[in-house]
């Protein structure tokens, strides 16, 4: 077994881990992060992205995170394969473990950037279009299919926000609903039906989707169990996923105070996580914006607040 010992520990290779890595390597507190299962977070399995500030002409998903990464390594950040199983907060300094007992890790300071994973249908086809007409961000891919037909599915609040939001760009939204009634605010609900452009399919499930290269369509059921069954397709190039993220917090147990979605809970115009010392960043402790410009944000601030927080405990 290999044990580290670092003024900082970063968990998560992402906007948020990266930023960080690089303001907490600017800062001479030598670093250490370990990348996870998937470095480079959502973003690796994101084609075109288009509103992370400094790319003119935009950029794919990956190279942005090979930038993020390599500008981290520049200023000395080291980085750890594996993933964090398991973390003792309870003491100064903490103990982390990753994988199966291969590397014990002693930090001073730790920043939990994490993400948060969207949470999918399950269709065997689903990853074959993840890129290619699939998402999970309808801010962040909804620019791609303007004046083109696209689908929602889910019914909640972010289901009709996006599809909201993409008729603003797109020449028809279908919203694919599995209840018989949205679960939206009643403010929410009346921007849906209000809008010409959006077709709410109610008592609907998607069976598959098709399209030879690129997403052309989806297959769907309605009234599924009843004398009404129905099965049918629609033509569309983008399908939406709005049915919610899990952020990645499973490794912590009870270390940390989580808020009932499982998010980290920080302090307000903070950081600062239940546990003083640790830090939260990122779309693990934001399930508001989850966007890539926010969590890099926010990864600057936790390593400031860390570095603030080394600076006052040797007072």
């Known amino acids: 077994m290999s044990q580290y010992t670092t ?4 968990i ?9 890595g690089i303001y907490a390597s600017r800062a001479n507190l030598n670093p250490i992060m370990v990348e996870g299962a998937q470095p480079g977070g959502q973003l690796i399995t994101t084609t075109d992205v288009e509103n992370f500030p400094g790319y003119v002409e935009g950029v ?7 930038d993020l990464r390599a500008q981290a ?7 750890i394969g594996g993933e964090v199983t398991s973390v003792d907060f309870s003491k100064r300094p903490f103990t982390v473990s990753v994988g199966n007992g291969q590397h014990s890790i002693v930090a001073e300071t730790v920043i939990v950037a994490t993400g948060a994973t969207a949470r999918y249908l399950g269709l065997s086809d689903e990853q074959k279009y993840l890129g290619m007409g699939v998402s999970a961000c ?22 009709c926000e996006e599809a909201v939001y993409l008729a603003g760009i797109c020449s028809k939204v279908y919203m694919i609903v599995r209840r018989d009634v949205l679960r939206a ?16 399919l109610f008592n609907t499930s998607t069976l598959s989707l098709f399209g030879e290269d690129v997403l052309e369509g989806a297959h769907l059921i309605s009234n599924r169990g009843t004398e009404n069954e129905n099965e049918y397709d629609i033509a569309v190039d983008g399908f939406f996923l709005a049915i919610g993220h ?12 989580l808020d009932e979605g499982g998010y980290i809970v920080t302090e307000p115009g903070s950081t600062a996580t239940s546990v003083e010392g640790v830090f939260a960043a990122g779309d693990v ?22 570095e603030r927080f080394l600076i006052m405990s040797e007072d």
């Not at 390594?73 to 980085?79: P, Q, T």
């Not at 899990?246 to 105070?257: E, I, M, N, Q, R």
């Open 7 to 10: 003024r900082c520990l970063i």
């Open 12 to 20: 998560g290779a992402g906007p948020a881990g990266y930023t960080a």
């Open 60 to 66: 794919q998903g990956p190279k942005l995170m090979d």
């Open 73 to 79: 390594m520049r200023f000395g950040l080291e980085i």
């Open 138 to 159: 309808a801010t962040c891919d909804g620019f791609f299919f303007r004046n083109r037909p696209v689908a929602v599915v889910g019914g909640g609040d972010t289901a």
């Open 185 to 200: 605010s009643k403010v929410m609900q009346k921007r849906v039906f209000d809008n010409e452009k959006i077709e709410v």
């Open 246 to 257: 899990s952020p990645v917090t499973g490794f912590l147990g009870d270390a940390l105070k």
């Open 285 to 306: 402790a934001d399930p508001v914006y989850q966007q890539a410009v926010s969590a890099a944000g926010m990864g600057c601030r936790a390593a400031l607040d860390a």
